[in-house]
């Protein structure tokens, strides 16, 4: 088994352009997530799902726009990028979400310039 | 909403010396997990506390979750260069989501 699966592991954007991370898993999770870390701000949730089809917004979902067509994908995009948004993103999942272990993938290093 | 304090955000010892990090929820939780993160890596789940009063060992690392589930403490005895990393609690309290503390950071000098 993979696990989670981040795509890419870096990225650089211009202010204004938009682009896709990438975050699949294996092990059949229904409950997938998307988590921003920055310096002394520990793991802020954006976006999450708890079953195909079905998303809602976390602590931080200004300026991110998640799908979740398949249980083993869900993409986080970001519409027109900015450099506060400059961050590692960590996707994580788990079976349902409430009282088993996360999964995370190894991020994606985003820098907005 | 529900927060979760930890404490300390950085921690130095030297190497053989103990350390604790310390997780406070604003409210009640129903579980409780510890996440290790190594620099430049990523999260990995270390255990999970769901009983009021729990303790759980895992080699030289002790967790406990207090009394009235607000509460809880990874305690690690004569630490290690490989202890080194950042390590989170996850809260679950009326929502099944977990709030992540804001983590403590663990500097280990040889």
């Known amino acids: 088994n993979a696990g989670v699966t981040q795509t890419p592991k870096f990225q650089v954007l211009k202010t204004g352009q938009s682009m896709t991370l990438q975050c699949a898993q294996d092990?059949?999770?229904?409950?997938m997530s998307w988590y921003r870390q920055d310096p002394g701000m520990g793991l802020r949730l954006i976006h999450y799902?708890?079953?195909?089809?079905?998303?809602d917004q976390g602590e931080v979902p200004n300026g991110y726009n998640v799908s979740r067509s398949t249980t083993e994908d869900f993409p986080l995009r970001l519409l027109s990028a900015a450099p506060s948004q400059t961050s590692v993103y960590f996707c994580a999942s788990s079976y349902t979400g409430g009282g088993e272990s996360y999964t995370f993938g190894s991020g994606t290093r985003l820098t907005v310039v | 909403g529900q927060q979760v304090m930890q404490i300390p955000q950085y921690q130095h010892v030297q190497e053989g010396e103990d350390f604790t990090t310390y997780c406070n929820s604003s409210?009640?939780?129903?579980?409780i997990q510890w996440y290790k993160q190594r620099p430049g890596g990523h999260p990995v789940f270390l255990i999970q506390l769901v009983k009021s009063g729990e303790v759980k060992k895992q080699k030289r690392l002790t967790f406990q979750f207090g009394e009235a589930k607000k509460n809880s403490s990874l305690h690690i005895t004569a630490t290690q260069t490989t202890d080194v990393g950042t390590y989170f609690c996850?809260?679950?309290?009326?929502?099944?989501?977990?709030?992540f503390g804001r983590g403590t950071s663990l500097i280990v000098h040889p």
């Open positions: 996850a809260g679950s309290g009326g929502s099944y989501i977990p709030t």
């Open positions: 092990m059949n999770h229904e409950y």
């Open positions: 799902s708890v079953g195909a089809g079905i998303t």
């Open positions: 409210t009640t939780l129903s579980n």
